[in-house]
C-alpha cells in the first residue's frame, strides 16, 4: 500500500515536472490564413515614401508559418491581387496537386478567388512559399515568406530565429522600381538585381541576443536572382542543415547562398555583438546586428547537434536513370539558335520576339517541355552542364537531391539540397530516387531566367 502510493507520487512528479516544458515548447497550429493584396511599404525609415508592394497579409515578408512536422498544414488562400496567383512550398517534398505551379500542377487562383492547401509537412526544417506565377515579377514584388516544419523532438536552443533576405532593386525615391520589370538586359545576363537589401523587411535590423545561449539561426535567400555573399563577424558558425536537410555540421563564417537557398546555423553566443555583412562589393556591407545582453547565468547545457540526422541515405546506385542536361543561352553564350513551340528559330529572334533566351538540350523551355519521363522507384542522376557565361541557381520540385557541392570550397561536399549554384562551365550530377509522382518542375531560380526558357518538366508516373 505503502509502496503503491510512493509510486503513484513519484509519476505524478515526473508528470508534472514534464508536462509544463513540453506544452510550453510546444504550440501547435496547423491553420493558417494568407491574402495575398496590393500594400503599402516603407522601405525608407527616415523618408516619408511608401512603395505599392505585393504582399501576404500586407507584411514583408509574409507571416511565419510554422507547423510541427507530420502534421497536415493548411492554409486558406485568397487572392485579392488584381491577377492570377498561386503559392508553392519551396522545399516540401509535396503532393504534386498541392505543389502550387500556376498551369501545371493547378488552375492559377484567379481574382477574388480562395484556394485551400492542404498537405502533411514529413519533413522538418527551413523552408519557404511564394507565389508561383510569374514568378519574375510576383516574387520580385514581395510575394513570399518563411514556412519552418519544427521537429517533434526538437534540439535544445535557447533562440530559433528566422531571417529572410532580399534584394530589391528601388528608385531614388525609395519605391519599388516598377518599370524596370521585364528587362531583356536583366533576363539575358544575371537577372534582376537589386540596389536595397533588407533583412525580414529591414535594412540593417537589430536583433537582440543574450549572452551564454545557443541560437538557432535560420537564413533564406528571397531574392529574384541575386546570390548573397555573407560573413558573421565575432564568431563562428556552424552550419548544420542546408535548404532544410540536415547536413554534418561544418563551420562556415564566410558563405554564399543563392536564390531560393537557405541554410541553417548553430551560434554559440559568449559576450560579444554577432554582426552579419555582405561582401560581394569591396567593403563590407552591414546586414544585420545582434546585439548580445550580458547575463550572469553560465551555460551548462551542451547541444547535442546528434540528433540532427539526415531525412534519407544516399540512394542506391545501382542501373540509375541518367538524364543529361546541357544549359545554353543567354548573353556571350554560344546558342544561336534553339527549338521553341516545334519551331527552329535564331536566338535573335527569339529574344526579340518571344523574350526567350536560355535551353534545355537545345529546346526553349517552358511547362510543355517534359525533360524527361522516369517510373517511380528509379533513382535518377541529372547530368547538367552549365554552358552559360553565367551562374545560375538550379532547383527541383518535390525531391531533395544529392550533390557533391563546391559551393563551400575546393573540395567538395557531398550534401542534399532542393536548389544548387552552377558556376558557369561547372558540370554537376543531382542525385535523387524518384519517389514521388507527378509532374515537378526542374528550373532555374534565377526568376528571369527561369521565365526566359531555363525550366521544364520531369515526369514521375507510378
Ligand atoms: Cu521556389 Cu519553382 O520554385
Ligand atoms: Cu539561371
Redesign the pocket.
Known sequence: MKRRKFLLNSSTLILSLIIPKISLARVSKNYFKLTAQLSKFKFDEKGNETSNLWLYNQRSPGPTISVDKGKELIVEFKNLLEEPTTI?W?GIRNINAMDG?ANLTQPPVEPGETFIYKFPVNDAGTFWY?A?NK?WEQVARGLYGPLIVQDILPIDFDNDITIVADDWRLTKEYEFDEKSLGSLMDWSHQGRLGNWLTINGESNPKIPLKENTHVRLRLINASNARTLNFQFKNYSAKIIALDGAPCEPFIKSSFQIAP?QRIDFAIDIKNKDLMLFETSTDKLYPTALFPVEKTDSITNNKINLKNLKNWDDFPDLNQPEIIDIHMQGGAMGNLSSAIFNGEKKSLRELASKEAKLWAFNGEIGDYNYTIAKIKMGETVILKIWNDTSWKHSM?L?GHHFWINSFEFGKTPKMVMRDTYLMQPGEKAELIFEANNPGLW?F?C?MLEH?ASGMVGVININS
Do not use: T
Request: a neutral charge.
Open positions: 508553392h519551396h505551379v511564394h508561383h514568378s531560393a532547383h520540385h518542375l528550373h531560380h527561369a
